[in-house]
């Protein structure tokens, strides 16, 4: 059964916001994959006391002194933590924009099917936003009880004045 078809102007719009949404997916991608790398090398870090002596070995020395002062390995974990979290969330975003943008690029061009296209598209962006709007919600709460635990706080310090 035949379904809507876009005029040609509207084929025109959908397939450059495709392209320029695959675009921005591909960047989402990249800066994740970045992200997966710092946490690699962050997790190198914290057990550089582990490495093999002929890893070290092969360590220049100036990187071998800054090693040295980085922070205890316990205190690392909170970087790799963070760096892996935004890894995941770049990744994600990247890939249900690159994804959301090639169901758009096929609107334009195919014929017969721009509605099943376009639906497959708009998942891929409810996605996305489902997860950027949990993660607001996540961080609301977070404020939200970072705040009340302030404020208990102040209030213990004023019952003990």
């Given amino acids: 059964m035949p379904q809507y078809e876009f005029t040609a102007d509207q084929n025109s719009l959908i397939g450059a916001l495709g392209s320029k ?21 962050i997790i190198a870090a914290i057990y550089r006391n582990n490495l093999p002596p002929d890893v070290m ?6 990187v071998k002194a800054k090693l040295e002062t980085l922070p205890p390995q316990h205190h690392l974990w909170g ?13 994600c975003l990247g890939g249900w924009t690159r994804g959301a943008g090639a169901s758009f690029r096929k609107i ?8 099943s296209h376009l639906m497959n598209g708009l998942g891929s ?13 996540f961080f609301m709460l977070a404020v939200v009880a970072a ?3 302030g404020l208990y706080g102040q209030w213990q310090l004023m019952q003990g004045a």
């Fill in 21 to 41: 949404m695959k675009g921005v997916g591909a960047f989402f991608i990249i800066v994740g994959i970045l992200h997966l790398l710092v946490t690699a090398l």
């Fill in 125 to 137: 962006l409810n996605s996305m936003y489902a997860l950027i709007y949990t993660l607001l919600v």
């Fill in 57 to 62: 070995a092969n360590v220049p020395a100036e």
């Fill in 147 to 149: 705040i009340a635990l």
């Fill in 108 to 115: 334009s061009a195919t014929e017969n099917n721009d509605i």
């Fill in 79 to 91: 970087f790799a933590a963070n760096a892996g979290i935004s890894s995941l969330l770049y990744l």
